[in-house]
């Protein structure tokens, strides 16, 4: 384990440690590979032990499950479409919970951008599919989980209301190790992921962009969903805006990060090379990810117009599946195909 060893493939960077230590002891510090990684001020330590044990480092096994269900399905409304990454299955998926969920109030837990562009855990209020434009989107980049699983336990405990908390794989482990035990009135939707480029590997590339566009970044999306001039839509650029009123639209030949991340994908977290998460088995009540490979199933789709899969993983989530229905076109398939098609779903050796 990271704390005892100081060995950077054992840690994810989830912080679940800094959310449970009582004193505070716990902070961030930026290693050569420009990912943070948890230090612990012995001058302020109690040693009670907690952080140690909330760590999921080596010790997912028993937290994972095998999937009950899997299908890929592409999201109807044409503004959830545009505005999600893959399919709209996290919209799908939320909207369903809030139908069968009895709470007053239902929290949603994922990823942000800040006005200056850094990428973190955050939470909306749901009241509708606009409501959670601000977590749309894969932001391609390790968020900053700070603070949120202790919020999300606040949450829980009040009266009427129930949490989604979305994110990574190791997020979702460290929240399940956080709250020691099952909330009925909690859902947890992870993503298919094959790893994170650091905030500051992002900022770098940021200031590159500033510097030749003279102009500071005000806002960034990944996965843009864009028709090109063949009529196909295609998922695999971004879109920028700048505060001088420009507005760029760059893709994986021209774009150095995205080279990077869809082509050599280089700059990863070192635990993200040998993750215990790429498998089958989920910690999750739902996954979700991209149906690569769904033209050989279902030759009229195209799998890069956008295509969630999703894996339903626990016996609370089964019934969701005739509730997604509802806002979704759903095409049967089964985990076989999934692994075999989507290199996240595969253990590593470690790299
Ligand atoms: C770093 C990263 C790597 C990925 N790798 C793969 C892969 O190898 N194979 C694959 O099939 N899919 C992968 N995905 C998932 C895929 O890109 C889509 O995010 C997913 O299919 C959801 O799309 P959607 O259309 O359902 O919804 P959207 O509304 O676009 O999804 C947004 C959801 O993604 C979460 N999210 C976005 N960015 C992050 C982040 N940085 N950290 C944690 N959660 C985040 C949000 O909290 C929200 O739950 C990856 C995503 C990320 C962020
Ligand atoms: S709890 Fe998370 S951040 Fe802390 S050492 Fe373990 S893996 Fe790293
Ligand atoms: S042992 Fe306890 S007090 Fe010390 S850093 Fe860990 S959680 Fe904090
Ligand atoms: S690859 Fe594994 S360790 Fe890396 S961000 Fe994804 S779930 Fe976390």
């Known amino acids: 384990m990271y704390l005892k060893s100081g060995v950077p493939d054992q840690c994810t960077g989830c912080f679940a440690c800094m959310d449970v230590c009582p004193v505070g002891a716990v902070s961030k510090v930026m290693r050569d590979d420009s990912f943070l990684y948890p230090v612990i001020d012995s001058s302020q330590c109690v040693h009670c032990g907690r952080c140690e044990s909330v760590c999921t480092s080596g010790k997912a096994g028993g937290l994972l499950h095998s999937p009950i269900d899997c299908f890929a399905g592409i999201i109807n409304n044409p503004d ?18 809030r139908e069968i969920s009895p709470a007053r109030d239902l929290y949603v837990v994922g990823t942000i951008w800040d006005e200056d562009c850094k ?5 909306v209020r749901y009241s509708g599919p606009e409501s959670l434009r601000p977590l749309n989107k894969s932001k391609y ?31 979702a482990a460290a929240l399940r190790n956080y709250l020691g035990r099952d909330f009925d009135n909690l859902w947890i ?31 960034y999306s990944f996965r843009n ?26 893709t994986r030949f021209t774009d150095p990060f995205l080279r990077i991340f869809y082509q050599k994908a280089y700059h990863m977290r070192p635990s993200c090379l040998c993750c215990q998460y790429k ?3 989920r910690i999750s009540d739902i996954t979700i990810g991209d149906a690569w490979g769904i033209e050989k199933m279902y030759e009229e789709i195209n799998p890069i117009r956008g295509v969630s899969l999703v894996l339903i993983n626990t016996e609370k989530a089964v019934r969701l599946r005739k509730h997604m229905e509802k806002t979704m076109r759903i095409y049967d398939c ?8 989507n290199a996240a779903l595969r253990e590593t050796e470690c790299q």
């Open 80 to 97: 959830s479409f545009f505005a999600s990454s893959s399919g709209g299955a996290f919209e799908a998926a939320v909207r369903a919970i």
């Open 279 to 281: 498998t089958i088995k």
């Open 334 to 341: 089964d985990p076989a195909f999934a692994v075999e098609n």
């Open 119 to 123: 990428v973190l855990h955050s939470a």
């Open 189 to 219: 939707i992870d993503i298919i992921c094959k790893g994170a480029p650091s905030q500051a590997f992002f900022d770098q590339y940021k200031a590159e962009l500033e510097a030749s566009e003279e102009a500071r970044l005000i806002r």
């Open 225 to 250: 969903k864009r028709i090109l001039e063949n009529g196909t839509l295609y998922t695999r650029s971004a879109y920028y805006a700048l505060d001088n009123g420009a507005e760029r639209t760059v």
């Open 141 to 171: 980049v390790q968020s900053d989980t700070s603070g949120i699983y202790r919020k999300v336990e606040e949450w829980l405990q009040m009266e009427s209301t129930a949490v989604i908390f979305s994110g990574c794989p190791c997020q």
